[in-house]
Structures are given as structure tokens and as C-alpha cells.
């Protein structure tokens, strides 16, 4: 199925990068359990090396059924092609480091998922990269913030922990009138609610271990490629346009295209610096893509009967979740996520810190885990947890303080989850 854009999502989900094996013709993507591949002859395996053929070497670049992977989450996101890795910060590394030098930097969100916070305000800057925080409903500060070593704009489609959605149509206009990419995290969202690439977006990157695998086994990233940008307009992307030495001085921009910024993450990002998706979890992403409007259509809705219900609820004082009338960010849903805006939000708890440790304590159904976007419900206090090392005013800006404890809606019983919510409530504020 490669003609894949006359075909509807739930076909895509299950079909797209998949064929029945040549060898043996099964059905499902067998899991290639394998390190390395045998070269036809010497002929073959130096064109494989110059990259002027294109197959397998060694797992560590590419192995076919994280192969098919790619190719499934790069056409539910209408790319061109995608890049599997390790992990979601693998992703965000893998997506930075071809655009990314000492001395640049990337222009991010305030409202960020926790780690990443970490990742761009700390570890970035060992590699002298650094990162600029700012209010991304204000186009101008976004403006304002980009500089001549500016390199990227970077934000999440529907933004961990609140669940607030970005404007990327607004967004993207800034980024596209300074020359700039942008990369948005569409992992709260996935490709079934929201599609960045529609709204301007020139690379997406995901944390494969939430919805898209969907039922909390493996970790894995993937960054996937509009295809759209043209990186050697200037001399800002030399690692893309400029001669590759690696490689007998071939400009990825020049020999491959739109497919340029794939290539990079395979020839050089994934050879050089290792963050290798194993085949085994991309088996388990590939099974959990299968189902993901499915799941994706009952987290919304019981995410839309949850809120509803806390925010009615006098011992919560405020509920963010952008699926309500009341949100400032419910006008975009339309637009940006028309399928529903996702299924992780925060809500203030009365009695503040202490009444959230209790509820966290006394939920039954939901588990007080660091993740989000598994079938079961999960819950988190961020200000103990995942947002622990962020100073106040950090806590404050992605919408983690001391108060607020975020939801995400698993696709149980919507009636079992209101009652589980109940019963710790009333211990955590009696
Ligand atoms: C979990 C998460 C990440 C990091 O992904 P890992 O797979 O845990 O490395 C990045 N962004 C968002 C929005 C996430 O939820």
C-alpha cells in the first residue's frame, strides 16, 4: 500500500509499511530479529556504504521491521518519511542535532512535558546549545525570542501537563517568516487528533511509548519529516546542505531532497549516536498502532465525561482540560484537534499539596504513575514527581504547581473512573 493518501486512517493504521513478508508470506510484520545483513556481493554492500543504494547494512541505522514502523507513522502524519529511535528524547535529540551547533539555539514552549524542560534547559547546553522559554500564545514573544542563531521553534501540538492546545497555524507563520523549522511534540495528540504537518509544522517528533504503542510496554521515539523545508536556502543547515565528509562530501540537501532530513537521521544520527529503536518494540508499537482511532475515540470521550464531572465537582477548584466550553483553548479544537482535544489535563485540587498527595494515595483504578497515554488511567502529582527539579516559577509556567495534579484517561468504565475520583477526593479533603 504505498499510494498511501487515497486511503482513509483506519486503513493506514493497520496497513500502511506493511506487506506480507516477501520470504515467507506472513501476514503480520514478522519481528526481524537480527543484527546484521548479508551483502549480495562486495559491488552491493559498497553501494549500501555510499549510500547510493539503499537497503540494509546493520540494525543499528535501519532493520525492516522498525522499517515498517517508520513508514506507518510517517503516513499518519502525512510525512515523508520518519526516523524510530529509542525513546521520545531520543527523538527531540535526533531532530535537533542536524540543525544544531555550539553557539545555536532553539525557542521553546513554557508549557512543556517535564523532562523535556530538563533536557532543554540543562543537558542541551553540555553540547553548547541552548534553549529560550516563552509563552507560546504570545506570537510576538515568540518573535521577539528568535535570533540569528536561532535554529528551531519547538512546542507541543496539545501541551503536557494542562493539556492546553498550540496554535501552530500562529505558530508556524512566525517560525515561517524568520526561515526557521518547527518541530511540535504530537505525542498527546497523535497523528488521529491532530495532523502538524496541516498546520505548518516541518518536523514531528513522538514519544512512541504513550498512545501510538497505547498500553505502557516499550519506550520508543520517532521523528518524522514534512519534507517541506528547504534546507539549503542559506548557510543556516550546513550539517544538511555543505558537503558530508563521512561521506565523501555528499550534500544530503542536494542527493536526497525532501528526503534529505531522513537520510541525515539514519546515515549519521542513528550510526553516530546509537539511540537505536530494537525490533522488538517496534512489533509492540506496530500492534498498539493498529487500534489507535479506536482507543484515541474512547479516550476523548471519557476524558470529555471526566472533566465535565470535576469541573461540577466543589472540591476541585478549576479543571484545564481545553475539551471544555469554559477553557481558554476550547475556539481551537476546531481547528487544531477537531477530533477531540486528547485526553490529559490538570486539575487544582482544594487543600492544595497535601490534599493531592492523599488523592494520589487513596485512587484504586487509577495509578499514580510517570507516564501518560496507556489504556489504564493514570495519575501524577508533578510538583513531587516529574516536575520536581524545576524551580516555582518553572513549575508555575508549564502549569504544575504545588496544587494541580494531572489526569490521563485511560478507556475504562467512565462511570468506574467517576466513582474511583469520588471515594479520593472525599479522603484527600475531608
Ligand atoms: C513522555 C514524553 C516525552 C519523552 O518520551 P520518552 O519516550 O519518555 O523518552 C516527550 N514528550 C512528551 C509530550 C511526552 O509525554
Not at 493497520?14 to 546484521?36: E, F, L
Request: charged share 20%; aromatic share 8%.
Amino acid at each position: 500500500m504505498t499510494d498511501a493518501p487515497t486511503y482513509g486512517f483506519d486503513t493506514l493504521q493497520i496497513h500502511a509499511g506493511a506487506k506480507p513478508d516477501p520470504a515467507t508470506g506472513a501476514r503480520q510484520v514478522p519481528i526481524y530479529q537480527t543484527t546484521a545483513y548479508v551483502f549480495r556481493d562486495a559491488e552491493h554492500a559498497a553501494k549500501l556504504f555510499n549510500l547510493q543504494e539503499v537497503g540494509y547494512i546493520y540494525s543499528r541505522l535501519t532493520n525492516p521491521t522498525v522499517a515498517a514502523l517508520q513508514e506507518r507513522i510517517a503516513t499518519l502524519e502525512g510525512g515523508v518519511g520518519g526516523v524510530c529511535c529509542s525513546s521520545g528524547h531520543a527523538a527531540q535529540l535526533m531532530a535537533l542535532f542536524p540543525l544544531m551547533q555550539p553557539g545555536r539555539n532553539i525557542v521553546v514552549s513554557t508549557r512543556l512535558y517535564g523532562g523535556t524542560v530538563t533536557q532543554f534547559s540543562q543537558t542541551i547546553k553540555r553540547f553548547g546549545w541552548s534553549a529560550k522559554f516563552v509563552d507560546f500564545d504570545d506570537m510576538d514573544a515568540i518573535k521577539a525570542a528568535i535570533d540569528d542563531d536561532t535554529r528551531a521553534v519547538f512546542c507541543e501540538a496539545i501541551a503536557n501537563p494542562g493539556g492546553h492546545i498550540t496554535d501552530l497555524d500562529a505558530v508556524s507563520a512566525v517560525s515561517d517568516a524568520a526561515g526557521i523549522p518547527l518541530i511540535v511534540d504530537n505525542t498527546s495528540a497523535t497523528p488521529y487528533l491532530c495532523r502538524p504537518i496541516e498546520h505548518g509544522a516541518t518536523l514531528v517528533v513522538h514519544s512512541t511509548t504513550k498512545y501510538l504503542t497505547g498500553n505502557g510496554t516499550v519506550t520508543g521515539g520517532c521523528v518524522v519529516d514534512s519534507g517541506k523545508f528547504d534546507w539549503a536556502a542559506n548557510d543556516k543547515f550546513p550539517s544538511l546542505s555543505e558537503p558530508e565528509p563521512a561521506y565523501h562530501g555528499l550534500k544530503f540537501a542536494e542527493t536526497f531532497g525532501p528526503l534529505a532530513f531522513t537520510f541525515h537521521g539514519i546515515a549519521i544520527g542513528l550510526r553516530d549516536l546509537g539511540m537505536t529503536m530494537n525490533p522488538q518494540a517496534a512489533h509492540y508499537t506496530l500492534m498498539g498502532i493498529e487500534t489507535l482511532s479506536l482507543r484515541m475515540e474512547r479516550h476523548v470521550e471519557n476524558a470529555v465525561k471526566l472533566a465535565t464531572w470535576l469541573e461540577k465537582d466543589a472540591r476541585v477548584d478549576y479543571v484545564t482540560y481545553a475539551g471544555l466550553p469554559s477553557s481558554p483553548y476550547n475556539k481551537l479544537v476546531p481547528k487544531i484537534c477537531p477530533k477531540g482535544a486528547g485526553a490529559l489535563f490538570t486539575i487544582a485540587v482544594k487543600g492544595g499539596y497535601d490534599a493531592c498527595v492523599k488523592l494520589v494515595d487513596n485512587l484504586e483504578i487509577f495509578s499514580h504513575v510517570a507516564n501518560l497515554g496507556d489504556a489504564r488511567s493514570l495519575i501524577i502529582h508533578s510538583a513531587s514527581t516529574t516536575h520536581r527539579q524545576l524551580t516555582a516559577e518553572q513549575q508555575e509556567a508549564a502549569g504544575a504547581g504545588p496544587n494541580i495534579v494531572r489526569l490521563s484517561i485511560g478507556i475504562e468504565d467512565a462511570d468506574d473512573l467517576i466513582a474511583d475520583l469520588d471515594q479520593a477526593l472525599a479522603k484527600a479533603t475531608a
